[in-house]
């Protein structure tokens, strides 16, 4: 089972910006799908962005222009460069991986632990 671990997630000033990682364990190629999901307290889990195998994004509307995302497949690793923070980007930031089991007929999905983002006003 390949494992992802996230890196960079910090405090910054509203209109700053981070850079997040997302290093898998072993090669990302197997998945269909990358992305990042974000969490707050009392809140249900939701869709920031996704990468796909041929490196097509898809980003949520709150975020077009502001997060771009990318992908290393030498390096096994997923980005996401988030510019122009507002303070409801406060979150816990989580990195997925999504692989199609023919089998099951379904996505199987891999979480990282997450990592904090706060964005002060």
């Known amino acids: 089972q390949v494992q992802l671990v996230e890196s960079g997630g910090g405090l910054v000033q509203a209109g700053g910006s981070l850079r997040l990682s997302c290093a898998a364990s072993?090669?990302?190629?197997?998945?269909?799908?990358m992305g990042w999901y974000r969490q707050t307290p009392g809140k249900q889990r939701e869709f920031v962005v996704s990468?796909?195998?041929?490196?097509?994004?898809n980003y949520a509307d709150s975020v077009k222009g502001r997060f771009t995302i990318s992908r290393d497949n030498a390096k096994n690793t997923v980005y996401l460069q988030m510019n122009s923070l507002k303070p409801e980007d406060t979150a816990v930031y989580y990195c997925?991986?999504?692989?199609?089991?023919?089998?099951?007929?379904?996505?199987?999905?891999?979480w990282g632990q997450g990592t904090q983002v706060t964005v002060s006003a």
């Open positions: 997925n991986a999504k692989r199609f089991s023919t089998l099951l007929s379904r996505y199987d999905d891999v």
């Open positions: 072993g090669s990302i190629v197997i998945f269909n799908h």
């Open positions: 990468i796909n195998s041929g490196g097509t994004p």
